[in-house]
């Protein structure tokens, strides 16, 4: 899994609300939460490869958590999720509406969803991006068009010839 290439601007940055002075492995830094997942600020000097040292991770994870390559440059503020992403935005936070320059990978790390499965729920295709004003769903199943209802004619199924079935029952 190679992951997405992440152009500079779609990384999504850190507004830093929920602080948590917590250590892992043998690291003294801070570990943040959203949506019950872990994840770090990224700082300067920062490498995949320095990450996964420091916080005793094996050198996929971060990747993979992140969706994207290990060969991708780390950004000093960048979220580095250090857990397995959500399938659904935590409880509240239903929908999401795009505003000017967000990508669907950015709007995955912001709330800390599966970008595979923001595509699906919202019936996206992968590598496309939504408009601006377009409003996604966070949580619960694909969104689905309303099947019209078809309705019969009462003189239509008066007309019609019954239909026995029969069946052997062992």
Do not use: C
Not at 79 to 84: A, D, T
Not at 96 to 118: A, C, F, N, P
Not at 133 to 162: Q, Y
């Amino acid at each position: 899994d190679q992951g997405v290439d992440v152009p500079d601007h779609d990384i999504y940055y850190a507004d830093n609300k929920k602080k948590k002075a917590v250590t892992a492995g043998k690291s003294q830094r801070q570990i943040f939460e959203n949506n019950r997942v872990k994840y770090i600020i990224v700082k300067e000097g920062d490498s995949y490869t320095s990450l996964t040292a420091e916080l005793e991770l094996l050198p996929w994870q971060l990747s993979k958590y992140n969706e994207t390559s290990e060969n991708r440059s780390l950004s000093e503020g960048q979220i580095l999720y250090i857990q397995p992403k959500r399938t659904n935005a935590e409880a509240g936070k239903k929908i999401h509406k795009v505003k000017s320059g967000e990508t669907m990978y950015s709007i995955s790390q912001k709330y800390g969803v599966r970008l595979d499965k923001l595509y699906a729920r919202n019936q996206i295709e992968t590598g496309t991006e939504p408009q601006t004003g377009t409003e996604l769903m966070l949580r619960g199943g694909a969104k689905r068009p309303k099947l019209p209802l078809l309705e019969i004619a009462a003189d239509e199924s008066e007309n019609e010839e019954e239909m026995i079935f029969e069946f052997d029952i062992e």
